[in-house]
């Protein structure tokens, strides 16, 4: 049986409709309503920071006749520039090895026809990559020169970024936000309509724009002096969208 929703407190009877038509009713009701006229805005904001850290990525490789003697060759280079590092003050935290790998090394020869023989195995090589932070950008051409100097001899791309860029980011969301509401304003008074309250705001991830990447020359000729090196700076960039009511 259907509950009734409505009581006639007059009369002691029921007198409504049914729950679900009640239901129905509502809802009609809502589909009928005027919906809410509102404009959604975008803004972006930029905000520029100089580089306080680097991250410097370097790669021992070596190759010998056997997995072994490449292995001992490359593991010995990489111990002193290990060791070289955390005496000039980098820290356990600010290295991490990023790439080890042993691949076999082959020869292709060719038949005099043309047609290609069975490749020769000749050796094999070890490459060990490794991430380094560098959090006194001073010490960084130093810090190349001496990883070349004790065997690095492949990698070298630096990447300036900043250990804690939130104040940055905070003037680029401040920004944003009133690049959004001059944005609806303008439309808004261009169209001959009042802007109201803010509906809903919302902010994409805030992201550094892209730097060009700096590479280091992985030679030892380039030891004699340090590489020279400069950071910049960093830009910060924060996109939000805002909704706004529209009062007419």
Do not use: C, H
């Amino acid at each position: 049986m259907a509950l009734w929703t409505i009581r006639n407190l007059a009369f002691g009877v029921l007198i409504g409709v049914p729950a679900a038509l009640a239901g129905l009713s509502a809802s009609a009701a809502d589909e009928t309503k005027p919906r809410e006229a509102v404009i959604t805005v975008s803004g972006e904001g930029e905000s520029a920071l100089a580089p306080d850290m680097a991250v410097l990525n370097l790669a021992v490789v070596k190759q010998a006749k056997t997995a072994r003697e490449a292995l001992d060759e490359n593991n010995k280079a990489m111990a002193g520039v290990l060791a070289a590092l955390k005496k000039g003050g980098i820290a356990d935290k600010d290295l991490q090895t990023t790439g080890f790998s042993v691949q076999p090394q082959y020869n292709y020869p060719q038949n005099n026809d043309g047609q290609p023989k069975p490749p020769e195995l000749i050796g094999y090589q070890v490459s060990n990559g490794l991430t380094v932070r560098v959090r006194d950008l001073g010490e960084l051409g130093e810090i190349i020169d001496q990883a070349v100097t004790l065997g690095v001899n492949q990698g070298g791309d630096i990447q300036f970024t900043n250990d804690k860029p939130d104040a940055a980011i905070e003037e680029a969301r401040k920004d944003a936000v009133a690049a959004a509401i001059n944005k609806a304003k303008t439309l808004s008074q261009a169209a001959g309509v009042k802007l109201g309250r803010i509906v809903e705001i919302s902010e994409n991830s805030a992201r550094p724009l892209p730097q060009p990447v700096y590479r280091a020359a992985m030679m030892k000729e380039a030891t004699d002096a340090a590489v020279p090196v400069q950071g910049g700076e960093n830009t910060y960039r924060v996109t939000v969208n805002v909704t706004f009511a529209l009062e007419q």
